[in-house]
């Protein structure tokens, strides 16, 4: 069946240090893919996204990186702040549909 | 910068009582949808809508819901009778375009009693 995981619950780094976040995906029609980052009593935040027909896409400070061979996304933050603590979600769509499907989510805590 | 609103920021119900939520999607949006985030859970999908028709829903949006686009600004979700499950942060979100991403309201809490 359709799912997007992530593997880690929470993510502690070092202020200016650089935050990977994995997802796992394993509907191989996915074909779009979307980064979201949620503080706490607001609503998802689009970060950045990648579609399929490309392997990585920077914006600013992040990065995403996919790996459709292994179902595998990622999402790269530099030089973490604590404006970036905040759980973070990946979220997959095939192109003709308009349906997220959401992963479990990863907090990221941001140490000073 | 635009934004998707919602309202009311939280809502308390009894359990049996209808609730409708409401949400103004960002104007030049085309497509609508509800998602629903149980506490400490993955946000989930509910429906999108699209040129005043339902598009695709999951299980969970059953009988019980519904949504409407009653003019040109306000799409809504209504519960008709609410069970004390149906508690979680509501989200409304907009795009544009077919697969492009969504963007989010801030969500309403309903709280079923």
């Known amino acids: 069946g359709e799912s997007v995981g992530l593997h880690l619950p929470t993510l502690s780094v070092q202020e200016g240090d650089n935050s990977i976040i994995n997802c796992a995906y394993s509907n191989s029609a996915s074909d779009y893919f979307i980064w979201y980052k949620q503080e706490s009593g607001k609503g998802p935040q689009f970060i950045i996204d990648?579609?399929?027909?490309?392997d990585k896409r920077q914006g600013q400070r992040v990065t995403v990186l996919l790996n459709k061979t292994v179902k595998h996304l990622s999402l790269q933050i530099a030089a973490t702040q604590p404006g970036d603590s905040a759980v973070y979600f990946c979220?997959?769509?095939?192109?003709?549909?308009?349906?997220?499907?959401f992963g479990g989510g990863t907090r990221v805590l941001v140490k000073p | 910068e635009p934004e998707v609103t919602q309202t009311p920021s939280h809502q308390v119900t009894q359990m049996g009582q209808e609730v409708i939520l409401r949400c103004v999607p960002i104007s030049n949006h085309l497509y609508f949808y509800w998602y629903r985030q149980i506490l400490g859970q993955k946000v989930e999908f509910l429906v999108s809508?699209?040129?005043?028709?339902?598009?695709?829903k999951s299980e969970i949006f059953d009988d019980q819901f519904s949504v409407e686009r009653p003019d040109g600004s306000n799409f809504t979700l209504k519960i008709r009778s609410t069970k004390l499950e149906d508690s979680a942060m509501y989200f409304c979100a907009s795009s544009p375009r077919e697969g492009t991403e969504a963007f989010f309201g801030q969500g309403t809490r309903l709280t079923v009693v």
């Open positions: 979220a997959e769509n095939k192109a003709a549909g308009n349906k997220l499907t």
């Open positions: 809508f699209y040129n005043n028709e339902i598009s695709e």
């Open positions: 990648i579609r399929s027909n490309m």
